[in-house]
């Protein structure tokens, strides 16, 4: 057999670029990336004048980015409006109910002293869904995909040094433009430079490291500089890296002449020795400094973080990760943060890396589009894979409005920009160009596939380039023998629920790496068997690791009539939530993720009680859902009623017990997937399950049936908040019995107060059924638990939380803000 394998490593930029003066005089200065998400002003329709530089502003609002309108509530409250869901938006289970349409943001920017020759450039990281940039009542320029970064040369419609001009944007959700949520607005963060016409080119600077052992690493540093000027310059870089253990490494680029309006590439290498590497284990990453020099003088830095890795793939040893063999425990993730919509605030997007993290997960598949830069950068930090994808379409339409209407003209500057930005990263791992892309498989479509492919590989030929690829179910007539040709173009096939044709295809496609780009939570057992079983399956991706707003109930559970065949693919309002992920909206494992810790030995004991089936009703489970669990021994009103437990477990025996007595004893072998079922008589008390291994009781998991619900509970996930205007603190709200026992089925109403320098950012539930507003003072718990989410006003100050309810004794708590 010809072996078919990948070799790549790389030294990652986090892109933390900063701001830099040069000289001492303010008004000379250079800088990039400055914040640039503060006081701009917002106004949500399509008001006559939105451009003029004049218009009166009274009546916009103040808001600070990272912003997301779609979850604003509507003025009019009704029947059909409910805080920002509205019941008879077209498409609404598909995006949640929340709202589209157009809305408008400005913000004043004074041109600076003595600008001179520099240019002034603005950096989006990512607009919600289209969007048009106007400076002083002219149009610079627009974009039309909602996930790529992209920026504007404002230079030429500023006014005079000293003077003030406005920005205004013009922010579009058209609808029916996506199959899930995918928020409005300027939803990730803005920055703003200032730079020399000699300066580095947009992303412009490439760390690679092409050997990579224990002990040494080669870096080689690639860096595009442009020269905007009308006269040559001689142009060098230096570079300084400072390990994690404080080492410092300096280097130089020889010098290359750039001519007038022209752009040239320098480069420079060095060898690390005994590098620390990055791994999910230990993420070290290493910190460089890269300074631009043209005739001596310096014009340009960037300021980054990066990591040294190296990645290879091949048939026989399957993925290695610096020389070891590394399974992918993967989760499909879409980019919401919950009750924040879609807003990418920093501390949101590191969270929700952390809990994954924490759950488990080693790898996340960025479904169907680029994440945030924080995203990647707390990938990077925390120690997670990332495949990294672009598309949901092609030419081919999903949806009326969405992005198969602008692909033809924007894909090739769309995908490069996924890559140019992306491509530091040493978390990112591979390359998406599309995700069940209807023309997969056509002529058509495979011409697109090998453009797309050529397009990354231009910009980065060091990862491989996969997609998903599902069944036919969009072709009908077309049997999965068809796929080949959407095969044919990629590095790493991605299969969408086929872990049946894994082994055959292997054995028609014996050089053909795979892995499971989608699959099925109640299929966990079986595709992490394939994972173990074969070298050339890489890891398993389940969809999905966390629910997300859209998609509204594809991973239902409900009861219907036993002789009923109905079923449904979403569900209808008031469903918001997908209700598939295995971490529910605010962080929390639902039932299929203790399942999971068992097949990946997070865990080797873990307990769940079955929903009783009311008598002539059935359960019905979409594919992408899980049985109607919880781990819960409070069941008041089935008395004396069956009731089925689930004990998941890696341990050969179990035995159960309901108040000392013992319902039964089973032993398990692989043909039980790790599950064992009981069925017994409700009562309340204490249900115990015990593990058996040789004889021995290994360790035991208890359920308590617990009083009713007296006090509540408030736990910040942080005891204090940096005093930054983007700041948040997550505080989870629990209920107790008056043991401190949490109490499941309470589900009463809440309201919070928040006095300090902060402003609450959103509060509410896990629930799948939305419950009004996102930001209002009043919420409900769902199953015992909510969370109240707070954001820093910048100032610092003690901060206090006061929530109350009627039935429940109030609970106070106070954080500092630093």
């Not at 016409?197 to 040494?216: C, N």
């Not at 992490?528 to 079983?533: D, P, Q, T």
């Not at 019905?620 to 437990?645: A, C, Q, R, T, Y």
Request: contains cysteine; aromatic residues 12%.
């Amino acid at each position: 057999m010809k072996l078919r394998q990948f070799i790549f490593s790389l030294v990652s930029m986090a892109t933390v670029l900063f701001l830099v003066s040069c000289g001492s005089d303010p008004s000379t200065s250079f800088y990039r990336n400055a914040d640039f998400n503060s006081d701009w002003k917002f106004h949500m329709g399509d008001p006559d004048g939105a451009v003029d530089p004049g218009l009166n502003e009274s009546d916009w609002k103040t808001v600070h980015l990272p912003h997301d309108w779609s979850i604003i509530d509507y003025e009019v409250q009704d029947s059909l409006h409910q805080g920002p869901f509205y019941k008879n938006l077209p498409g609404g289970s598909d995006v949640g109910y929340l709202r589209d349409g157009i809305a408008w943001y400005r913000k004043e920017y004074t041109t600076p002293a003595k600008l001179g020759d520099k240019r002034v450039i603005i950096d989006f990281d990512g607009v919600q869904s289209q969007m048009e940039l106007w400076v002083n009542g002219e149009k610079m320029g627009e974009h039309v995909y909602g996930y790529t970064p992209f920026q504007f040369d404002i230079t030429s419609s500023l006014h005079a040094a000293g003077e003030a001009n406005v920005i205004a944007v013009k922010t579009m959700n058209p609808g029916e433009n996506s199959r899930w949520f995918a928020g409005a607005g300027i939803y990730r963060e803005v920055k703003l430079s200032v730079l020399n016409p000699l300066s580095f080119a947009p992303w412009g600077v490439f760390i690679t490291t092409p050997k990579v052992s224990k002990e040494t690493a080669v870096v080689l540093l690639e860096v595009a500089v442009t020269n905007q000027a009308e006269v040559a310059a001689d142009m060098t870089c230096e570079l300084s890296i400072l390990s994690p253990e404080n080492e410092i490494i300096e280097l130089q680029s020889p010098g290359v002449v750039a001519e007038p309006n022209s752009s040239v590439i320098l480069n420079a290498s060095c060898d690390i020795k005994n590098p620390a590497l990055w791994s999910p284990e230990v993420a070290n990453l290493y910190r460089a400094e890269v300074v631009l020099l043209a005739n001596g003088e310096e014009v340009d830095r960037y300021q980054l973080n990066f990591g040294i890795r190296s990645i290879a793939y091949s048939v026989e040893d399957g993925f290695l990760l610096n020389g070891k063999e590394f399974l992918m425990k993967g989760a499909c993730m879409h980019h919401d943060n919950g009750l924040l919509g879609a807003a990418a605030f920093r501390d949101a997007e590191y969270r929700r890396v952390k809990v994954m993290k924490e759950n488990g997960y080693n790898a996340i598949r960025t479904s169907h589009n680029p994440p945030s830069e924080h995203f990647l950068n707390a990938c990077d930090e925390l120690g997670m894979l990332v495949i990294d994808e672009s598309f949901d379409h092609w030419e081919q339409a999903k949806r009326p409005n969405d992005y198969s209407n602008y692909f033809k003209e924007w894909h090739i500057k769309d995908v490069q920009a996924m890559v140019y930005r992306d491509r530091n990263h040493p978390s990112v791992v591979m390359w998406s160009f599309g995700n069940e892309v209807k023309e997969r498989a056509d002529p058509e479509g495979i011409e697109i596939g090998k453009t797309l492919k050529a397009a990354i590989k231009e910009v980065d030929d060091t990862r491989p380039v996969t997609q998903a690829v599902c069944f036919f179910w969009d072709n009908p007539g077309k049997e999965w023998d068809y796929s080949a040709g959407a095969f044919s173009m990629l590095d790493i096939g991605g299969y969408n629920y086929q872990y049946l044709e894994y082994e055959s295809d292997h054995q028609l496609y014996p050089e053909r790496l795979m892995y499971g780009s989608e699959t099925f939570p109640l299929q966990a057992w079986e595709n992490w068997e394939m994972v173990k079983r074969h070298k050339y399956v890489l890891g398993d991706f389940v969809w999905t690791g966390m629910d997300y707003i859209g998609e509204s109930g594809i991973g239902h559970n409900r009861l219907v009539d036993e002789n009923s065949r109905m079923r449904s693919f979403l569900r209808d309002w008031p469903w918001y939530i997908s209700w598939c992920g295995d971490i529910d909206i605010l962080g929390n494992q639902k039932p299929q993720s203790y399942y999971r810790d068992i097949l990946w030995g997070e865990s080797r004991l873990e307990m769940m009680v079955v929903r009783p089936v009311p008598e002539g009703m059935r359960s019905v489970v979409s594919m992408w859902g899980w049985h109607d669990e919880l781990n819960s021994w409070n069941w008041e009103g089935f008395e004396g009623k069956p009731i089925k437990v689930k004990v998941y477990t890696s341990y050969p025996e179990v035995k159960l017990e309901l108040n000392g007595e013992t319902i039964g004893t089973k032993t398990l072998d692989s043909t039980d997937r790790y599950i064992a079922e009981f069925e017994l008589p409700y009562a309340a008390g204490e249900l115990k399950a015990t593990a058996i291994q040789s004889g021995n009781e290994m360790e035991t998991k208890t359920l308590l049936t617990t009083g009713n619900a007296t006090q509540l509970l408030l736990e910040a996930e942080s005891d204090q908040i940096p005093a930054k205007r983007n700041s948040l603190v997550y505080i989870n709200v629990s209920s107790l019995d008056a043991e401190g026992l949490p109490v499941l089925s309470h589900e009463s109403e809440l309201e919070v107060k928040v006095t300090g320098p902060a402003t609450l950012q959103a509060a509410g539930n896990a629930s799948p059924e939305h419950q009004g507003s996102f930001t209002d003072e009043a919420f409900h718990l769902f199953r015992g638990k909510g969370m109240v989410i707070l954001r820093s006003t910048g100032e610092p100050g003690e901060i206090v939380v006061d929530v109350s309810a009627k039935d429940l004794k109030a609970a106070r708590l106070a954080l500092n803000a630093e």
